[in-house]
């Protein structure tokens, strides 16, 4: 599985956007970028996925870089809910599985 | 069901003993996925299924691990001859399956604590 690189950690205050990178520079051209979060304890949760364009759902948005060596996860306003580990995954058109790493602890202040 | 239902949601077991958790996954879900997470860390692949088929085992630790999903909707994880090593939160997640990739959905876990 091609490798992702997150920054251990990131904070935020409520209300205020957050853009969380995410560099795969040994992506191939038919990887999908993954995006899940894992709030306390909860199991991971999808947030949103993309292959090439830019993609938006009532959750985020993941802006993809040209090259697709790099991705960001926006959250648009964060609010005291969005704190949690952001897993940045790519996952292959086969059947497979999903590799996460550690992941970025967003922290979200008042 | 509306989402991927694990049982049981604790489960304490002595060592030596086997233990089956079992997942429920989304009605209509090719994929079923099993996962195993330590604290602290991410979750970490053991098996997954499309249909009934065992399309990947390569995470299974060793062969004191199985999985089975006999007719292609619940899934049952086996330890057999449990080792405290094993305590963790064991993760169950199915998915539609398909080439685009789309989401997983994953259950609440099965905690297990092997004393």
């Known amino acids: 599985d091609a490798k992702t690189t997150q920054p251990n950690s990131m904070e935020s205050n409520e209300e205020e956007p957050v853009h969380l990178p995410c560099n795969h520079s040994?992506?191939?051209?038919?990887?999908?970028i993954h995006w899940y979060r894992q709030l306390p304890s909860q199991g991971p949760e999808y947030v949103i996925h993309g292959l090439t364009s830019n993609v938006n759902n009532r959750m985020a948005s993941l802006a993809i870089a040209e090259d697709r060596k790099s991705s960001t996860l926006i959250l648009h306003r964060a609010t005291l809910r969005d704190a949690a580990v952001y897993y940045c995954i790519l996952r292959g058109t086969s059947y497979g599985k999903l590799t996460f790493g550690q992941g970025t602890i967003l922290t979200v202040h008042p | 069901g509306a989402g991927v239902s694990q049982s049981p949601r604790y489960k304490v077991t002595k060592r030596g003993q086997d233990v089956a958790l079992r997942c429920d996954p989304i009605s209509g879900h090719v994929s079923l996925y099993w996962y195993r997470q330590a604290l602290g860390q991410g979750p970490e692949f053991l098996t997954y299924?499309?249909?009934?088929?065992?399309?990947?085992k390569s995470g299974l630790p060793n062969d004191r691990f199985s999985a089975e999903r006999p007719e292609g909707s619940i899934s049952t994880l086996t330890i057999q001859r449990t080792e405290q090593r094993d305590s963790a939160m064991y993760r169950c997640a199915s998915s539609l399956g398909g080439v685009q990739g789309g989401g997983y959905t994953f259950g609440s876990g099965t905690r297990l604590t092997v004393v």
């Open positions: 299924f499309n249909y009934e088929a065992q399309q990947d």
């Open positions: 040994t992506i191939s051209g038919t990887d999908y």
